[in-house]
């Protein structure tokens, strides 16, 4: 399988299609069926207590497996999230980025499913792991 964006590709479409949240995600890695993403976390994703909020780490598993299915299929801003299932396994290291490890299982014509490990940078246990579904749009 050969990717239809590269990680160049992938980082200017998160800048043109999603702006608002661009800054926030970077993407470090991909090749096909994989990607490796960065979430910089700052004071807003915090919760009480100096952890990394559900939602921050729900938001790079879904831009995670996303923007690895678009590496595969090519700029479809149209596809979309159907199914997650997410397990909080330890608290992220306070303060530190979070890097998400990517892998997409089954790339269909209308679904693809993907599986996200998410690590705090400086460490290699996993603070949480995503299982998604993404809808693809179909061809016009």
């Not at 479409?13 to 700052?42: C, K, W, Y």
């Not at 807003?44 to 497996?65: C, I, N, Q, Y």
């Not at 499913?113 to 603070?127: H, K, T, Y």
Request: charged fraction near 20%.
């Amino acid at each position: 399988m050969q990717l239809a964006m590269t990680l160049d590709d992938l980082n200017a479409f998160l800048d043109a299609q999603f702006p608002q949240v661009a800054n926030e995600f970077e993407v470090m890695d991909v090749s096909p069926m994989h990607a490796t993403i960065r979430a910089n976390i700052g004071d807003k994703h915090l919760r009480p207590g100096g952890t990394v909020s559900g939602p921050t780490m729900f938001a790079l598993a879904d831009v995670s497996v996303y923007l690895a299915t678009l590496a595969m299929i090519g700029p479809k801003a149209l596809a979309v999230t159907t199914n997650c299932s997410m397990d909080f396994m330890r608290k992220p290291i306070a303060g530190a980025n979070l890097r998400s490890e990517t892998r997409i299982l089954k790339l269909g014509k209308v679904l693809a499913v993907g599986d996200v490990l998410i690590f705090s940078e400086g460490d290699d246990r996993p603070v949480a792991r995503a299982a998604m579904t993404y809808s693809i749009p179909p061809e016009r």
